[in-house]
């Protein structure tokens, strides 16, 4: 009995002391995580970080598209906003007025014009119409609950946005404002009610599967992740510091209190709380690799009255739409492959050859005049046929064959597709930026006016904390071993403090 105490000990004392520095972190910044809209407002400068979290030649997402405007004018926008340039990218103007204070109200993810002139931007919080007259952009009411819109395209005058659920459609008019009709497309062919089992995952661990009721419990429990990690902290210090203090003859009342005091809420939260912790210290390990490799491609049926537990066949499954005037259809790409549809009312076909797109989602969607499109995502940029359903790699130009394992990104991490002025395109990469175009031509560098006016969202800083990424400067590519190991750890600790309290009840309850 003495040496599986021992054991328990050994298992739970000095791994849980360092592993309660980690959950500080997690507990901390997975409760931001959960509130996005409340702490948008607030950045952090980047030269506070590591140095891979600065930008340097248009990396870490900076930039997604570009948008000719006339001969000399041209907008590019991403995660740094929307910027105006001229042809040859040697003066950048900023064209962010009238968004949001905070970067993340600035996050672009597509933008569209229309004939009459109008533009319009879809960003993380809404959709907005450039305003010439103020010099700003204005939010476009359109009624939903979830105002992160994804994808933008036109035909004629109607212009087509969507979210992650459903598409809104509305005809310009003169005045700007725009009416928008909503439409939740029909479910495709051989529809079988079923999510990802990843994003089941990612929100049970985040709460959300259950609503704002799970997310506020999540909330509670990295409270008590927190408390839990501070009394462990306290209880492995002071006894040492104690024992010195009387040594020198010095009080020691107040600390042997706040001893008693860190001990006793350490052991009733843990037991309060142990199944839970394990739960979602476990749920947190398959949200980063390697072990996100195992369920990236599953699915499972929703959990029954969950958030996920839908009636629209495609929601949280939109990622992008574009009207193709060569074939009159849309073409729709979504979590499940990318679809044609020759009218909103129609029923989504999907293509039979798809190409790769990352489990992070698409976002290159660009048709080519001979009726290809460049498809882009962390897997890499390719160049698909579907008529002749072929897919070929975009810088290689070999023939693309599908991979049954490997790793879950490509050798270009495609961010987004810039264009030059001799019809070039300009590969963004998330790590290298902007690479040389297929003909040997460089991209401007990025002027220190976009560096300095784009910080880095405390959201987005809470991710890179949670996700361990934060530490990929000191640790190189180990880094990705911090989660699975902190949390395999993690529940061995659990699970030995259990035993060693459950042992000392139970000898308690016998005497």
Sequence with gaps: MGKKISKSKRLHHWPGFILAFFFL?????????????????????????????????WNNAALKGDLKITDDSILIYGSVGVWATNKDRDDFQSLNGGFP??????????????????????????????????????????????????????????????????VFYGVTKSEGNVAFEKVVLKAPSNYEKVVSLFTTVWELHSGALFGIGGVLFVDFLGILLIIISVTGIVFFMFPD?????????????????????????????????????????????????????????????????????QDNPWFDNLRDIHYSSLRNE??????????????????????????????????????????????????????WSPESSTVMNYVTRKVYIPKKSGRPVGDQVVTGLLHGEMGERFIVDYFKGVVPSNLGREYSEMPESVVRSSPISLWSLCLEIHTGRIFRDLLGDFYILIVPLSGMIGISVFISGFILWWRKYRKKKHQ
């Design 25 to 57: 972190y997690y507990g901390l910044s997975g409760i931001l995580l959960n509130h996005r809209g409340l702490i948008s407002h607030m950045d952090v400068s980047r030269s506070l970080l590591p140095s891979s979290f600065e930008y340097d030649g």
């Design 101 to 166: 204070n905070g970067v993340d109200h600035r996050k672009v993810n597509d933008v569209c014009r229309m004939p009459d002139g109008t533009t319009y931007a879809a960003t993380q919080f809404g959709l907005y119409r450039w305003n010439q007259d103020q010099l700003k952009w204005i939010l476009v009411k359109i009624e939903t609950d979830y105002p992160r819109f994804v994808g933008l395209t036109n035909f004629g005058d109607t212009i087509y946005v969507i979210n992650r659920n459903a």
């Design 241 to 309: 510091w104690i024992k010195r203090r009387k040594r020198a003859k010095l009080g020691t009342k107040k600390l042997s209190y706040w001893n008693r005091v860190s001990i006793q809420w350490h052991n009733k939260i843990g037991v309060w709380c142990f199944v839970l912790f394990i739960l979602l210290t476990f749920t947190g390990m398959f949200l980063r690799p390697p072990l996100i490799i195992t369920i990236a491609s599953s699915k499972v049926a929703p959990i029954p009255g969950s958030h996920l537990d």
């Design 330 to 383: 849309f073409v729709l790409a979504s979590s499940k492959g990318i679809y044609r549809l020759s009218s909103l009312d129609h029923q989504p076909i999907r293509y039979k050859v798809q190409p790769p797109v990352s489990v992070m989602g698409i976002n290159v969607l660009e048709e080519q005049a001979n009726g290809s499109f460049l498809i882009g995502s962390f897997s890499g940029l390719f160049v």
